[in-house]
């Protein structure tokens, strides 16, 4: 899943014209705290019959709307899912529920509101310049912070410490002026995010109690008294979190909700989460056209994915992420891209001939429970082989029961022979083929459009018939490296 969604999108209106605070004033602008103007954006989301959180596939009946809930009760909220479900996503795409432009008092490390002033640095400006004080505009995008928690994050990493130079300057120790803010207090009204929770050391937890329910900060001994204004989320793997010692008690219960994630249920989702996050589109480079997976290969690709993760030989606590699947189609889709180059096809178009490609290069995303002989990546390979081979063979009975494929079979009763590979283009393989009877029928069960038809999508289809006749028994085959014979 893409991890920049939601927060890389840029200004979609100018900001508003207010540029001192007796402009904003006179505009009739309100202080509110952030939970309450993502509450009002999330209802008001909720009323017009848009997403709440778009691009959030297969959580639409399940996370979201104990997202919505945990948002509208305005609680910090923990995500507990196995890697790659989404999680950090989720996290991002909430700022699109914050306002597109908020007023800030011009050079403030907290993003202050212009009128309501938390610093004494603020209070200062104001009682100097009064209503000139003057005023900017901060963006949602740059309204939220986040750390990957390590066991070397340090409270000054995330709260702050004493700026040795201040002090240097003349300032007395207890001086709030003294200090150099960390994340959490930059992160002032937007949403701050970390991931992997459980993995902050204990006394490093402890620094945020006062931020999750006080709402204030303590430095080096002495109180800073800051009532922050945030939505804090937080991110971590089930099994760590649960387990007593990674996680102090006392930071669990001031999480307001607890929402688990999960991977797709349904195969539909995992298949459309796919082609929402591939990166395929810029395979083909300068000159060279996109490359194209068919529906057929992109199921594959998904109902391996969902195999693997059901396998009793793969640690279920690691889980499969969905990168596993969304690197396996981008994989086959560069198979294809260097196929075209090498053989001179006009147009990339994935074939079966191209899954194995996906074994080797997504070994090390896969977790598996029993290691440790010295047969281990002999064995994997071998499981994840036939978990490939067993996705394509249900793929094929799913989309091809019950069409008559005996006119292609036929073409093989005097011994002939089909020479397929890596890099055997499209039109060599169908000459070797001639008259395919009832190919129209099979390109429309493989869902290729009519004015599509290419020679490249009915060389991906054929070849996708030739693999289920051979994995449902009704046709010899021999594989010997990238070369692939169909036939006696």
Known sequence: MTDTAGVSAGPTTPAPAATTVGELRASGAVARPVKAEIRANLLARLGRGEPSLPGMVGFE?????????????????VLLGERGQGKTRLIRTLVGLLDEWTPVLTGSELNEHPLAPISVWAHRQLAEHGDATPVGWLHRTERFG?????????????????????????????????????????????????????DLAERIQVALLNVLEERDIQIRGYRVRLPLDLLLVASANPEDYTNRGRIITPLKDRFGAEVRTHYPIELADEIRLLHQEAQTSALGGDGHSAPLVPEHLAEIIARFTRLVRESTHVD??????????????????????????????????????DLPSIVP??????????????????????????????????????????????????????????????????????????????????????????????????????????EGLYLTRRLAKDTDGGRTVYGA
């Open 361 to 466: 290069a997504s070994r090390g995303k896969v977790e598996f429970s029993d290691s440790g002989s010295d047969n281990d990546d002999d064995r994997e390979l071998e499981i994840l082989d036939h978990l490939l081979r067993q996705a394509t063979a249900q793929t094929f009975r799913a989309r091809c029961a019950g069409l008559d494929l005996t006119g292609l079979q036929e073409h093989f009763t005097g011994g002939e022979t089909v020479e397929s590979g890596e890099l055997v283009s499209a039109p060599a393989l169908l000459g070797q083929l001639g008259t395919i009877p009832r190919l129209a029928e099979l390109l429309g069960r493989l869902g290729v459009p009519e004015g599509d038809q290419s020679a490249e999508q009915a060389a991906a289809a054929v070849e996708f018939a030739l």
């Open 61 to 77: 009946d399940t996370v979201v709307p104990e997202v919505e809930r945990a948002l509208i009760a305005g609680h910090d909220l």
């Open 316 to 353: 279920q606590r690691s889980g499969v992420s969905a990168r596993f699947a969304i690197a396996g189609l981008e994989t086959v889709a560069a198979s294809a891209v260097r196929r075209a180059a090498i053989a001179g096809e006009t147009r990339p178009v994935a074939r079966v001939v």
């Open 146 to 198: 986040e750390k990957l928690a390590t066991p070397d994050t340090s409270v000054g990493d995330l709260i702050g410490d004493v700026d040795p130079i201040k002090v240097a300057e003349g300032r007395t120790l207890g001086d709030p002026e003294t200090v150099h803010y960390g994340l959490v207090p930059r992160s002032n009204r937007g949403i701050f995010s970390v991931n992997e929770l459980p």
